[in-house]
């Protein structure tokens, strides 16, 4: 199992940015797939989810409105777009297969190598 996070980079606050992760290893039949953050010192922050087949999509509250996640089965792909960025969204982006979106406040079952992303003020 493999997942690949890319996009992230340095963006101006109330900017933009769009993050890209490709899997392999498994299918959207097997496994939700979602997006987590870390930034340095602070725990693991969900953000959101895409139930299997990518049926449903869930959100934590603070990423409801300013961030939107999609998916490309065809292309096991899922994208987080990431609107009116703020400087506490500084972190490392990560995106993870879980068992069940239910499930992903949990340690996910596989997460990849993420991406970094810098809100400058």
């Known amino acids: 199992v493999q997942l690949q996070a890319s996009g992230g980079g340095v963006v101006q606050a109330r900017g933009s940015l769009g993050l890209s992760c490709v899997f392999s290893?498994?299918?959207?039949?097997?496994?939700?797939v979602g997006w987590f953050r870390q930034a340095p010192g602070k725990e693991r922050e969900v953000l959101s989810c895409i139930s299997h087949g990518g049926t449903n999509t869930y959100y934590r509250d603070y990423a409801k409105g300013r961030f939107t996640m999609s998916s490309d089965n065809a292309k096991n792909t899922v994208y987080l777009q990431m609107n009116s960025l703020k400087p506490e969204d500084t972190a490392v982006y990560y995106c993870?297969?879980?068992?069940?979106?239910?499930?992903?406040?949990?340690?996910?079952?596989?997460w990849g190598q993420g991406t970094q992303v810098t809100v400058s003020s």
């Open positions: 993870a297969a879980y068992s069940y979106c239910s499930s992903y406040d949990l340690p996910p079952n596989y």
């Open positions: 290893g498994f299918t959207f039949a097997e496994y939700a």
